[in-house]
């Protein structure tokens, strides 16, 4: 790979993007080690903005760091697992809620399209993949609390550590599929209690997917 450009962000946040995206991608697995100076080399950089964008992975939960030993692709446990989702529950539920609430009625509509393009890839991994999160991420941003907003996106990319093991499991995907339907039949019924039973209900049957 030729040498990374500066992007008008700083040199890590690019290279922490980078690395962030061959995670998700399994090019580098859970437990591998990071190999510094291959990667320095690949990008034409030295070790120290990658030094920096292993810290800011670290940060997210990507990448753990050990002593001596240098950084690793952070393997997620059962454990991990169970809080993670257990979070995700609590404050994408009260998030749904809120719009159930207060959303209007072209926001709601927003998230009808986007429900509707979610049904059309459900034969489309990779797509659902992407439109499954452009759903969640879209509601937080409407319920409109930019801290709740940055500890879902946090704690998010730590599912995506296993995110391959959940939706991919026979049947998850329609089922999931499913949930959004009740989800949004809340929401447009501006249901508040059922919009947070459901979407509650969608992350325990992740979980369980997930473990």
Request: no cysteine.
């Amino acid at each position: 790979m030729s040498a990374l450009s500066l992007a008008p962000r700083a040199l890590y946040e690019e290279v922490a993007e980078l690395l962030r995206q061959r995670i998700f991608s399994r090019e580098l697995e859970p437990g591998s080690w990071i190999d510094e100076l291959k990667i320095a080399e690949e990008y034409g950089i030295s070790r120290t903005p990658l030094r920096e964008a292993l810290k800011v992975l670290a940060a997210e939960g990507l990448v753990t760091m050990k002593v001596r030993r240098g950084a690793y692709v952070t393997e997620v446990s059962e454990k991990d697992l169970a809080d993670v989702y257990h979070l995700l529950a609590l404050l994408e539920s009260d998030a749904a809620g809120v719009v159930a609430q207060r959303g209007s009625e072209e926001q709601l509509g927003e998230l009808r399209a986007l429900h509707a393009e979610l049904e059309a890839a459900a034969g489309e991994r990779d797509r659902f993949f992407a439109l499954n999160e452009q759903f969640h991420m879209r509601l937080l941003e409407m319920a409109d609390n930019r801290w709740r907003q940055q500890m879902v996106a946090d704690l998010r990319k730590v599912m995506k550590l296993n995110r391959h093991n959940s939706l991919l499991k026979t049947g998850r995907l329609d089922e999931s599929l499913a949930e959004h339907r009740a989800i949004m039949s809340a929401l447009l019924a501006r249901d508040a209690a059922l919009t947070v039973r459901r979407m509650n209900e969608h992350f325990q049957s992740g979980l369980q997917a997930a473990v």
